[in-house]
């Protein structure tokens, strides 16, 4: 995997990109990635890489000069090609108007051979850099930050750590939150199958991850549950299902109605509601 950020200020991907997952990723060679400042790409004294939008409003926009004269060295595939997915490139442009980044679109980019992240700055981009240069918009959340940066090193982190063997246990990149994918040993829906293997771990199906603890067994009076250390491991997955509902329930109900749920998650669902009630 090739990654290339544009961005205006290179200095700010010294310390995100040095640490953990990332810093593994590139180690073994499973990734390159390349920081280039935009002001390089300037033709004036002043570095100039903003100015004001046509018909008036407030603040700076980036202008598209040297977001284009940066990205056109880089050999990519034309953007028909990209579109059509027949170059596994992306170039991305990271803004607030964007798709909301999530687990599935991490999942896709980190199939790509390349990607490109531009980092937005002041009120925006130039529209033409979303029109006619970029192959899609990505917005990290429902809310504004000053620029792209942030952004650009969450997206990296995401992507990075499902490259095949940035993790040193693969398995458990498929049984965090927001995964959807059934493991093997569930059935339909994430329902237990009956010839299930004895594994206490259990795929998300794209809800929040279950609870986890670790030793002592006892903490200042806070004991782990007790389900946990008897050994069953079908108990445990059941367990450890019915958490997960519980929490994604509580702190994100909107997550259900796109996770894969089975007849046993139903009846579970029912009994949490009717305990709160």
């Known amino acids: ?17 040095d640490h953990g997952i990332t810093r593994r990723a590139c180690e073994l060679g499973l990734a390159k990635i390349e920081v280039h400042d935009l002001r390089r790409f300037t033709h004036d004294r002043h570095r100039t890489v903003d100015d004001r939008p046509f018909g008036g409003g407030e603040g700076m926009v980036l202008k598209p000069e040297p977001i284009f004269e940066c990205l ?40 790509l051979d390349r990607m490109v992240l531009i980092c937005g700055r002041y009120e925006g981009v ?22 792209g940066e942030l952004g650009a090193a ?30 093997a040993g569930q059935g339909k829906a994430g329902e237990l199958a009956e010839n299930a293997a004895a594994d ?17 067994a006892d903490f200042r009076g806070m004991p782990v549950p007790e389900v946990l250390l008897n050994g069953d491991h079908q108990e445990i997955r059941r367990w450890r299902r ?14 259900l109605e796109g996770a894969e749920l089975g007849a046993e998650d139903a009846k579970i669902l029912t009994r949490i509601r009717a305990s709160k009630g």
């Open 154 to 183: 969450v997206i990296i982190e995401a992507v990075m750590r499902l490259l095949p063997g940035a993790v040193g246990n693969e398995a458990s990149t498929r049984q965090e939150s927001f995964t959807g994918h059934r493991e």
């Open 126 to 147: 130039d529209e033409r850099v979303a029109d006619f240069l970029a192959d899609r918009e990505l917005s990290i959340g429902d809310y504004v930050l000053s620029g």
């Open 1 to 17: 995997m090739k990654a290339d950020i544009l961005t205006i200020f290179p200095g700010f991907f010294t310390g995100p990109l």
């Open 242 to 255: 019915e958490q997960a509902l519980k929490k994604t329930l509580r702190n994100r109900p909107d997550l």
């Open 72 to 111: 056109e060295p880089l050999g990519l595939a034309s953007r028909e090609q990209r579109l059509a997915g027949t170059a596994k490139q992306n170039v991305i442009l990271l803004s607030a108007q964007g798709e909301r980044f999530t687990q599935k679109v991490a999942a896709e980019l980190a199939g």
């Open 200 to 216: 206490s771990t259990c795929g998300s199906g794209g809800l929040l991850d279950y609870p986890h603890y670790t030793r002592p």
